[in-house]
C-alpha cells in the first residue's frame, strides 16, 4: 500500500502516527526514534505490494530545480524548461 501524502490535509499527524507504531512495536519512547527514508528503484513497489514490515511507502512528492536519476539513485540537475518533476515512491 503507498500512501498518497500529497492528498492528505494534516501529513504530520500520518507521520507521527506511522512513528507511533513503530514505538509501540519495538517498545521505544518515541521521542528517542526519528525518520529515515530510503527513495525506492523505479517499479520495485507498486500499488497492490504488500506493506513494509516497519514503516510506510508515500508518493505524491515533487522536486523544483531538480530531477531524480532512477540509474544512480542520486539528485541530478533538472532539463531545459522543466519546473518540475515527480519522485520514485519513498519508503
Same mark, same amino acid.
Given at each position: 500500500?503507498?500512501?498518497?501524502?500529497?492528498?492528505?490535509?494534516?501529513?504530520?499527524? !500520518?507521520?507521527?502516527?506511522?512513528?507511533?507504531?513503530?514505538?509501540?512495536?519495538?517498545?521505544?519512547?518515541?521521542?528517542?526514534?526519528?525518520?529515515?527514508?530510503?527513495?525506492?528503484?523505479?517499479?520495485?513497489?507498486?500499488?497492490?505490494?504488500?506493506?513494509?514490515?516497519?514503516?510506510?511507502?508515500?508518493?505524491?512528492?515533487?522536486?523544483?530545480?531538480?530531477?531524480?536519476?532512477?540509474?544512480? !539513485?542520486?539528485?541530478?540537475?533538472?532539463?531545459?524548461?522543466?519546473?518540475?518533476?515527480?519522485?520514485?515512491?519513498?519508503?
Amino acid at each position: 500500500t503507498i500512501m498518497w501524502i500529497s492528498g492528505i490535509f494534516f501529513t504530520q499527524a !500520518m507521520l507521527t502516527g506511522a512513528m507511533q507504531n513503530f514505538a509501540r512495536k519495538y517498545t521505544k519512547p518515541i521521542d528517542t526514534i526519528q525518520f529515515d527514508f530510503q527513495f525506492m528503484k523505479k517499479g520495485a513497489v507498486e500499488k497492490k505490494s504488500p506493506k513494509p514490515s516497519d514503516g510506510i511507502y508515500i508518493n505524491g512528492l515533487f522536486l523544483e530545480a531538480a530531477q531524480w536519476d532512477n540509474d544512480k !539513485m542520486e539528485l541530478a540537475e533538472s532539463s531545459p524548461k522543466v519546473l518540475f518533476y515527480d519522485t520514485p515512491v519513498i519508503w
